[in-house]
């Protein structure tokens, strides 16, 4: 009884296609009861366990073809599956290497090989073992999809549609290639067409928390928040522990200001990932956002042990200078900036550290390498302008915060500096009407109020 199902099992879209078949899957269960030992029913069991992210299991059925036939190239190249599920790609390779040298057409292992070296971003090496698998199996979809996004993150658009066309042509249902051609689509700004894809996919499979995650995040990048909820939701109920899914889902309820239900999905993914970035990185914003400094400067320690780059570092020293604690701030920057003294964020963040302490001449340097470098830098400006105010150039100051809200005429702190600025020079009008401007663009609630109080202070009632 080796052959359980219609016909052999050869390409890993095969092995998938059985999770929509209950009877195939009874009938393989059946098999493996009388037969124990069948190796090629194992190793298929093994496959549709790994598209089913139940990988102990997988790695059971597998193992144990493996130990009745070592050198089963196909249970070899589930294997290489399996562990490039679990993102484990050299040990994938080693099991792939090893099937491919036994049988040089083995399809399935060309091109979970071809995948592995996607993963890897060795995309030649990767487009190499794809385009041998459909050499000799032409309509491989799956491979076909799989193909297509190599040619995508190589740049190459006519591959990607070539690709993923014929795949979707042999099997109009690839939900894989419908979302990445989905993914392209998007990138190339035609969300139309990108939609249609996704919703397509959807329909075939509306449980499928790749696509609802991807579609969940097509909305969010258009402002249909609510929609992106009820996709991200959805998602979440297929895989509850999906770290993506529940930091973007924080990041639509943070562009709406729920900062409590943003916190609540970023503290659940890092209780599933602890040393992931990703959530840590977004409680870094909230717990700003809410002035919660010691929350964020414990979560920016963590980052910086994670990864000791000068990004977390310049946010360290940003997050100094916001509690006051201005050595410890400068002692982050400096040693950013000696590291790359054009850092962009860290000439910025020291060139307000020194314009706070006063220290114009050296707020103006940092600040002018800046502008060197980019001159339409709506931050920079706005600083030089606050420091020029400072300094009682208000005319140099007026320049540069006019030519930053011509850039952006909603900055706040730009509407705010250049109000305070007119308000030096008498014109409370006109210091009145961008503060009031500054005061309608602002998000966040506390220090609208802290400022309002300041402004009534120095009798200008926004």
């Known amino acids: 009884m ?22 195939v899957i009874d009938e393989l269960n059946k098999t493996l009861e009388n037969e124990p030992n069948n190796v090629y029913s194992l190793w298929v069991r093994g496959g549709i366990y790994a598209k089913q992210k139940k990988y102990d299991e997988a790695l059971k059925y597998v193992n144990k073809a493996l130990e009745i036939e070592p050198n089963n190239c196909y249970a070899l190249g589930i294997l290489g599956d399996i562990k490039l599920k679990m993102s484990k790609y050299d040990e994938a390779l080693e099991d792939l290497n090893k099937a ?36 000799i199996y032409p309509n491989n979809s799956n491979a076909l999809g799989v193909r297509g996004e190599v040619c ?15 795949a ?15 993914d392209v689509y998007k990138y190339l700004g035609k969300n139309e067409e ?11 499979d509306p449980n499928d928390a790749y696509v609802l995650r991807t579609r969940g995040d097509f909305y969010q990048n258009l402002g249909k ?56 990185e977004r409680r870094v914003e909230i717990y700003r956002k809410m002035r919660k400094y010691e929350e964020v400067l414990a979560d920016l320690n963590k980052l910086l042990e994670l990864c000791p780059c000068r990004r977390h570092r310049s946010n360290r020293g940003d997050l100094y200078r916001l509690m006051g ?27 307000r550290l020194y314009g706070v302490l006063d220290d114009y001449e050296n707020a103006l340097k940092d600040i002018n390498t800046l502008l060197d470098a980019d001159p339409n830098n709506i931050w920079a400006l706005t600083t030089r302008g606050d420091v020029f105010r400072r300094k009682g150039n208000l005319n140099a100051a007026l320049n540069d915060l006019n030519k930053a809200l011509e850039i952006d005429p909603k ?32 998000n966040d609630y506390e220090f609208k109020m802290k400022m309002i109080k300041i402004y009534h202070q120095m009798g200008l009632y926004v």
């Open 2 to 23: 080796r052959n359980v199902l219609d016909k052999e099992i050869k390409t890993r879209g095969e092995i998938y296609k059985i999770l929509k078949k209950r009877e």
């Open 100 to 135: 491919i040298a036994i049988d040089s057409n083995n399809l399935i292992a060309l091109e979970v090989r071809g995948n592995v070296y996607f993963w890897k971003e060795e995309y030649d090496k990767a487009l190499e073992d794809l385009d041998k698998a459909l050499e």
């Open 152 to 166: 995508y993150w190589k740049g190459d658009y006519d591959g990607v549609f070539k690709s993923l066309g014929k």
């Open 168 to 182: 979707l042509e042999i099997d109009p249902d690839n939900i894989y290639a419908l979302g990445v051609r989905a």
């Open 194 to 204: 990108a939609l249609k894809d996704l919703s397509k996919a959807v329909e075939i």
């Open 225 to 280: 928040y609510d929609e992106s909820i009820i996709d991200f939701e959805k998602s979440l109920e297929t895989d509850p522990k999906n770290v993506y899914a529940l930091v973007c889902l924080a990041e639509v309820y943070m562009k709406l200001g729920e900062d409590d239900k943003a916190l609540e999905k970023v503290n659940k993914a890092s209780q599933f990932e602890p040393n992931n970035q990703y959530p840590l």
């Open 325 to 351: 604690k201005y050595e410890e701030s400068l002692n982050d920057l400096n040693q950013v900036l000696n590291e790359e003294p054009k850092d962009s964020y860290a000439l910025i963040i020291r060139g």
């Open 411 to 442: 900055h706040s702190f730009a509407l705010r500096i250049r109000g305070m600025t007119y308000y030096s020079l008498k014109k409370h009008k006109n210091a009145i009407a961008d503060l009031d401007k500054s005061l309608q663009v602002e």
